[in-house]
């Protein structure tokens, strides 16, 4: 069975690092979780950045979200929520997510949120997004850059590259997973 990583909100907000997130799940590397307060979460902050989106083309991605990876959503997690502590207890959902999916991982910017002494007793680590594609590149080099390839190659208005893939992902901060895609080109 692959690795389980639930992916925050903060992580599926930018479209280029959720559709790379994404495609690591579909191609095996690791078992996507998320819920559908996760997805709340992220729809409601690109909603309030982007107030003049289409509603219904963001009822659209939620909905190609969803039906992206087999056995993403999360349930029966909301009686874990009482019982687990953070130091923002609006992210316990996150947590209580990741114990009863038993992920190893939340995948989130936010580590600061996710203190190693809550998430230890849980068998869970917070690991940031780049130290996460990293490791997926390290593990699968060919199948990570492979599918960065499907993403820049289903850009159509315009049309994609690689290094346009490359370099939105440095945009979003993953100075590591952007050195090793460029050392794989």
Same mark, same amino acid.
């Given at each position: 069975?692959?690795?389980?990583?639930?992916?925050?909100?903060?992580?599926?907000?930018?479209?280029?690092?959720?559709?790379?997130?994404?495609?690591?799940?579909?191609?095996?590397?690791?078992?996507?979780?998320?819920?559908?307060?996760?997805?709340?979460?992220?729809?409601?902050?690109?909603?309030?950045?982007?107030?003049?989106?289409?509603?219904?083309?963001?009822?659209?991605?939620?909905?190609?979200?969803?039906?992206?990876?087999?056995?993403?959503?999360?349930?029966?997690?909301?009686?874990? !929520?009482?019982?687990? =502590?953070?130091?923002?207890?609006?992210?316990?959902?996150?947590?209580? *997510? $990741?114990? +009863? %999916?038993? @992920?190893?991982?939340?995948?989130?910017?936010?580590?600061?949120?996710?203190?190693?002494?809550?998430?230890?007793?849980?068998?869970?680590?917070?690991?940031?997004?780049?130290?996460?594609?990293?490791?997926?590149?390290?593990?699968?080099?060919?199948?990570?850059?492979?599918?960065?390839?499907?993403?820049?190659?289903?850009?159509?208005?315009?049309?994609?590259?690689? !290094?346009?893939?490359? =370099?939105?992902?440095?945009?979003?901060?993953?100075?590591?997973?952007? *050195? $090793?895609? +460029? %050392?794989? @080109?």
């Amino acid at each position: 069975m692959a690795f389980v990583a639930v992916y925050d909100a903060d992580v599926l907000y930018p479209s280029v690092l959720r559709d790379v997130l994404i495609r690591v799940a579909q191609a095996g590397l690791v078992q996507a979780k998320w819920t559908g307060a996760i997805l709340d979460e992220t729809f409601r902050n690109v909603k309030a950045k982007n107030p003049a989106l289409d509603p219904l083309k963001l009822d659209r991605t939620r909905e190609l979200i969803m039906a992206s990876v087999p056995d993403c959503l999360v349930k029966g997690y909301e009686p874990l !929520v009482p019982a687990l =502590e953070l130091p923002d207890p609006d992210d316990r959902h996150v947590l209580a *997510a $990741a114990v +009863r %999916a038993k @992920a190893q991982a939340i995948v989130t910017y936010n580590l600061k949120d996710f203190p190693e002494k809550f998430l230890s007793p849980w068998d869970v680590e917070a690991v940031h997004p780049d130290a996460f594609l990293e490791a997926q590149i390290d593990l699968a080099p060919a199948i990570v850059y492979g599918e960065i390839r499907r993403i820049a190659d289903s850009w159509k208005r315009p049309p994609g590259t690689v !290094v346009d893939v490359i =370099e939105r992902l440095e945009k979003s901060g993953l100075v590591a997973t952007v *050195a $090793a895609l +460029r %050392a794989l @080109a």
